[in-house]
Every structure is written in C-alpha cells, then in structure tokens.
C-alpha cells in the first residue's frame, strides 16, 4: 500500500460539484456582437469583404468567449470551450471546399445537362453547334474503367490474400515493398508502359501489323493504377478480422482457403469494397492514359478492342480547352455526370455489401 | 462413439521456444478432463496440440506422440482437417462468425464441410443447440446475427456449432473465463450432460470448476518463466483435491503458490 497524501486542492473547492456555467443566450449574444463588431470594423474601413467579416468575426468570438468563460466559469471550462469552438470551426472549414466542388459542379453543370448530352456523341459537331454530348465517352468510361476492374479486383484480392494468409517470410515482403512502390507511380507513367508495351509491341499483333489505339490499352493503363490501392486496402482489412474468427473455423474442420472465402472475405467485405470504390472512383477521375493509349475520339465506339475510345475525364479535358464557345457548358456536365456516375456505383456498392450483413 | 486420446511425451514449440515439455497422459473416452495450473505452464498449448491448433500459428510445431483411438493424429498422411472434425473445440472467447445467423452459425461446420441438404441441416441445427442448452432461448430468431446474443448465450452457441460436426472429443480453452456465474453455471451442467457422448477436455483457471465438473485432473506447472511447462501430477479428481501426491499440487491447490 502507498501512503494516501492529501490532494493539493483546498477542501470546500474539492467539495464542490455545481459550477457556474455561461447561459445559451450569453454565447449567442458573444457571437452577434462578434459578427457585428468585425462588419462594422471591415465595412468601415474598407480593407476587406464577406470573407474578411467572417474570418474576423470568428476570431473575435473566440476571443469573447474565451474571455466570458473564465470570467464567469473558471480556465478549465474556458480551455474547454474554446478548443470545442476551434476543432468545429476546423470541420466546417474542411467542409467548405467540397461543398464548393459540388456547389461548383451542379450550378455550371446543369446547363447543357439535357438529353442531347445523353444520346449524341461528338462526331460531326462543329465549333458553332451548340448540340453535341457525351454519349461516347460514357460509353467509353464505363467499359474502361468496368474492364480494369474485371481485372483488377480478382488481381488485387488474391495478392492481398497471398500477402496477409500464406506468404512468409522475404517474398511477401517483396511483393508488399512492391505494390508501395506502384502506389506511387504517377498515371501518365502507367500510360506510357502500356504504350511501349501494349500498343507498339503487343498490338501490332492483333491487328493487321500496324499498333492500334483502344479501349482495353486504357483498361490496362487504369488496372496499373487501381491494383496496389485495392491490394493495400484489401490487405488492411484482412488484418483487421480477429485470428479467433479463423481459428473459429479451423476448429470445425473447415480448409484453409474455405474459411479464407467463407469467413473471412465476407468478414471484412464492406471494407474490401469501400477500396475497390476508391480505387475505381481514382481510375475513372484518370485523362492522361485515356489519352495516351486510347486516343481519344469524336464518334461513339462500343468495341473497346479497337479503334480509338474517349472517357468523361477525357472530354472534360478536350472541351475545357477547346476554342468554341459551347464547350465549356460540355465540359461541366461531362464533370458533373463523372461526379454523379462514381457517387452512384460508391452508394450502389455500399449497399450491396450491406446486405446479407446484421447492421454494421 | 467417444474415443481414448493418449498422449506420449509431447513436446511443444513455439519458434525456438519450448512451451510444453514430454506431456504423457491418457484420457479415458466419455470422461472430463480437467487441466489447471498457473498461467504460461502450457495447459492451452498442450490442448491445442490435441487437435493440432497449436501448429497454426506461424513457427509453432509438436514433437512426440499423441494418438486417438490407436491413430497417430499428427502421422504424415493424416489430414488435419479430419481430426479437427474429430477433435472439436471451444475457445476462451466466445466467437459467433459475425457475418452468420444463429442458424448459420451452429451448422457452418456441415455446410462448410459440403452438407447442403435443408433438411438435414435444420435437423442438425436444432439436436446441437438443444444439446448446447440454448434451443429454447433462440429457436423464434434463429435468422437472427448470433453475435446478438449475450455472452454466455454466444458461448452455448459456439458449443452448438463445435457438437453440430459431432466431434468425438470436445475440447475447451478456458470457456467460462468470459462469462458470468449464471453462464458458467449453465455451461457446466452441460458438460455433464455432454460427458454422455463426448470426451471433454477442459482447461480451466477456476479450480472450483475443475473439481465440480472433472473426472480426472491433470496439473501442470513451470519451474521458472521461460522454462518449458511439464505435468506434475495427473490423477482423479477426487484424489488431486483432497489427497494429492505431490507436494507442488497441493500448494498450488491451497492457494500457497501461482
């Protein structure tokens, strides 16, 4: 037993529970006056705008609250306050660009978002056609990016899978030092291998003897991209099922690699989607190997094995730059509806892996 | 149904270390079999090389001899997955597959060993929790997720799912460490129930629990930490609380040591 020494506070303060706490209507009130104060001070001299006013407005009710708090309930509750006020302004300032992108997206998106855009392509529309839409590139987009994950994703899992339940030792090693090293490979790069490999040396093969852009080149290009972020997540998320879980297993008789595909994948499935949604929503999001191995294009290709595809990305880039004056209003609603096609996979993922699942 | 387990000198490894060091006994079929000993002597280890759960952790092997019914478990040509069918286990903590109903749970052993038919199945289901003592507690949620149930609820039913493969032996690592008096009390009138059928071998910090529910009691210890844990004494039950022969059990059993 240690000897008990008398706490270093005086006893009718330990004693007591009740504190006096600032009311609802004082921090309203420091708030108002805050907002008031930094407005006059901005407005009148002249130095600033709105975004002055609330910067200085939040610092000011920083500074009041933090002042009327130790006043009235002591330093600790001051800190406490203060720190709270500090850490929600920080989230709504962390908020503050997305809702911008969004904000951003559907004002200047919703424009030429009508059903041209849907069901035309591009070919044959001149710098003064206001028509003219993103049906080829949908088109493209989706068979690029849905290829690359037909690839990808049985790839990534089974690398996962060797790395976190069988490898041992220095050749699991290597290959995770390896899928670090391909996370950092920047995309034209990836595009780039595919053109040296695919299309100078590989298609000429499968063509008439000249190389030939397509579709699957970018497919392969994005597969690059997409393996070592689903390879990563995957491998995190095994880890994280409990070894009693397989051990659970083991003891019924069950082989290893039944348990792997029935206890454990499913264990930690909704967090293997969530990486594979990341991973697609990267790939879709990629212009410059798109552009170097597919080609880009004008007209609506359904074949991704040949000829030249576009992808959204791809079309925002082309239209953002182009000289006619209804490009842009494309460019936006091709930005918009990559937005909306990657936010409506991620839901549609998510609540496919949910089901079947009790309620996490 | 039940078999003899016999183990002779069995030695165990974890990497370089030597956990458990030329362990023999035998254990009589339809009997419940109690190990207790300090924590480290290797009780757990010794259980989990019954069924060769020991192995399964990287670096970790078993030397000597352990057979069951006459058949070396650890023999070249032997498929681990058999004696673990055969060996069936409960561990320390209660472990319901999160993704499973209740129902999912109890027959995951048949339906991941290729058991397909419905029938069988729901057959199969209700005998095993009838056995572990839960039927009446699940049997109008049974679609529900068994890691819903409580605690002790959730060991029955890992109970259910270890006798739904009907194993010969029931091995169990600390079952009532996680749970409740009420829990405990529930899970050791079903090993009594059990002992009909089973083998049961039990590892146990609660020596209470040994000598209420054991047959026979195998007490293990270690000299010092890092040496190998090694039997002191393996006896009846009745003998090792009341009279046992070494000097090292009774001090452990009275309380004077561990």
């Known amino acids: 037993m240690t000897t008990m020494t008398a706490p270093p506070v005086a006893p009718e303060q330990n004693l007591r529970l009740r504190a006096r706490r600032l009311p609802v209507v004082a921090l309203l009130g420091i708030a108002v006056a805050a907002v008031a104060v930094a407005a006059l001070l901005v407005y009148a001299t002249g130095i600033g705008g709105f975004a002055l006013v609330v910067a200085l407005a939040m610092l000011l009710y920083l500074v009041g609250l933090f002042a009327a708090s130790s006043a009235v309930e002591g330093r600790r509750q001051a800190r406490n306050r203060t720190w709270s006020a500090l850490i929600h302004s920080a989230f709504v300032l962390a908020l503050l660009p997305l809702i911008s992108v969004v904000w951003t997206l559907l004002s200047n998106g919703m424009e030429r978002l009508d059903r041209t855009f849907f069901l035309t392509s591009m070919n044959n529309i001149g710098a003064r056609d206001p028509n003219g839409g993103a049906y080829h590139a949908i088109v493209g987009t989706l068979e690029q990016v849905g290829i690359a994950t037909l690839i990808t994703v049985p790839l990534g899992l089974a690398c996962a899978i060797y790395v976190v339940e069988y490898g041992r030792g220095r050749f699991a090693q290597l290959i995770r030092f390896f899928v670090d090293v391909m996370t950092g490979i920047p995309s034209i790069v990836a595009g780039l291998f595919v053109l040296a490999f695919w299309i100078l040396i590989v298609s000429p093969y499968l063509n008439d003897g000249r190389p030939g852009y397509s579709g699957f080149a970018a497919s392969l290009a994005l597969s690059v991209l997409m393996l070592p972020t689903i390879v990563r997540s995957t491998e995190e998320m095994l880890r994280l099922v409990p070894a009693p879980l397989r051990e659970g297993s083991y003891a019924l008789g069950v082989p290893k690699w039944k348990t792997i595909l029935r206890i454990v994948l499913p264990t930690a499935a909704p967090g293997i989607v969530t990486g594979v949604m990341l991973a697609i929503a990267r790939a879709a999001g990629e212009t410059a190997p798109v552009l170097l191995v597919a080609g880009g294009g004008a007209a609506i290709n359904f074949n991704p094995f040949e000829n030249n595809q576009s992808s959204l990305a791809l079309f925002v880039y082309q239209q953002a730059g182009d000289a006619s004056r209804y490009a842009p209003a494309r460019a936006w609603a091709a930005a918009l509806t990559l937005v909306a096609l990657v936010l409506i996979l991620t839901i549609a993922a998510k609540l496919l892996a949910r089901r079947n699942r009790f309620g996490r | ?258």
Request: aromatic residues 6%.
């Open chain 2, 1 to 258: 149904m039940a078999m003899r387990i016999e183990a002779t000198n069995v030695t165990a490894y974890y990497g370089g270390f030597k956990a458990i060091e030329n362990i023999t006994l035998t254990v009589e079929p339809k009997t419940v079999t109690a190990l207790i000993g300090p924590s480290g002597c290797g009780k757990s280890t010794f259980l989990r090389s019954i069924n060769r759960m020991h192995e399964v952790l990287p670096g970790a092997r078993v030397d000597g001899r352990l057979t069951i019914d006459g058949q070396d478990i650890y023999d070249r040509d032997v498929d681990v997955t058999a004696v673990r069918r055969m060996i069936g286990m409960v561990f320390q903590r209660p472990n319901p597959f999160p993704t499973m109903s209740i129902f999912e749970n109890v027959v995951a052993g048949l339906r991941l060993n290729g058991v397909r038919k419905k029938s069988i199945l729901e057959e199969a289901a209700e005998r095993a929790l009838r056995s572990a003592n839960l039927w009446d507690e699940v049997k109008d949620r049974l679609d529900k997720p068994g890691a819903g149930l409580s605690g002790g609820q959730q060991q029955r039913l890992c109970i259910a799912r270890t006798i739904a493969v009907e194993p010969q032996v029931v091995l169990m690592d600390e079952p009532c460490s996680a749970l409740d008096p009420i829990s405990t009390l529930a899970i050791e009138d079903l090993m009594f129930k059990l002992k009909d059928r089973y083998t049961i071998i039990i590892v146990t910090h609660n020596m209470q629990q040994a000598a209420r529910v054991s047959d026979k009691t195998a007490f293990f210890s270690i000299e010092r930490t890092g040496d190998p844990g090694r039997l002191i004494e393996y006896d009846d039950t009745q003998k090792i609380f009341s009279n046992p022969s070494e000097k090292k059990t009774e001090d452990y059993i009275t309380g004077r040591f561990g």
